[in-house]
């Protein structure tokens, strides 16, 4: 079971907005000090980083992609859903009791 | 452009140690971390460490694990002793960018199979 959990499937329809939910706790994503990151993971492929510092965009990440945090939780928003969106998603953040870095179970998205 | 390319033996039998290198072109190891993350068949990811070019690891290492740096070859390793067929998975090596505190950049993984 994963420390930060995440819904295991979400769906849209072309052009809807979609969010996708990651909740932590107090020494993870609800600690001041620690970030929340976003990756996407197409079928067979490598994970790419999507989201990072909670809701920022690496260059090259569409803006139809953003982050959110509000306590120990995060989310994702896909606005403007596309079918090449249909992938897995992850959110990951540093545990301090852990010390160590946790990822959530993952989210498999699916575009109707 | 930065990219790693990570190489190792695919097929192990129980027991044996798992062997994987990501090799860093375009760039140099000064000033990240560099950290391994695996994937069981159809599951999630799950972190293993990192490591930064002066050789500190990330504690809370699993058990079994050992990360190395070579700068030398620009280069970072991974070796998992023991194996047994829970070890099967795809093995990722990433950049972690601390100040961004996320993997930027990531290998292409290798597929490791343990099996008698």
């Known amino acids: 079971q994963s420390v930060l959990t995440q819904p295991p499937s979400a769906s849209g329809t072309p052009g809807q907005r979609v969010t996708i939910s990651c909740s932590g706790g107090s020494s993870n994503i609800g600690s001041r000090s620690n970030t929340v990151s976003w990756y996407q993971q197409l079928p067979g492929t490598a994970p790419k980083l999507l989201i990072y510092s909670d809701n920022q965009r690496p260059s090259g990440v569409p803006d139809r992609f953003s982050g959110s945090k509000s306590g120990a939780s995060a989310s994702l928003a896909i606005s403007g859903l596309q079918s090449e969106d249909e992938a897995d998603y992850y959110c990951?953040?540093?545990?301090?009791?852990?010390?160590?870095?946790?990822f959530g179970g993952g989210t498999k998205l699916t575009v109707l | 452009q930065v990219q790693l390319q990570q190489w190792g033996a695919g097929l192990l039998k129980p027991s044996e140690t798992l062997s994987l290198t990501c090799g860093v072109s375009?760039?140099?190891?000064?000033?990240?971390?560099w950290g391994w993350i695996r994937q069981p068949p159809g599951k999630g990811l799950e972190w293993y460490g990192e490591?930064?070019?002066?050789?500190q690891i990330n504690p809370s290492l699993k058990s079994r694990v050992a990360i190395s740096v070579d700068t030398s070859k620009n280069q970072f390793s991974l070796k998992l002793t023991s194996v047994t067929a829970a070890d099967t998975a795809v093995y990722y090596c990433?950049?972690?960018?601390?100040?961004?505190?996320?993997?930027?950049?990531w290998g292409q993984g290798t597929m490791v199979i343990v099996s008698s």
């Open positions: 990433a950049r972690v960018n601390a100040g961004d505190d996320a993997f930027d950049l």
């Open positions: 490591i930064n070019d002066s050789g």
């Open positions: 990951a953040a540093w545990d301090d009791s852990l010390n160590g870095r946790v």
């Open positions: 375009g760039g140099s190891l000064n000033n990240y971390y």
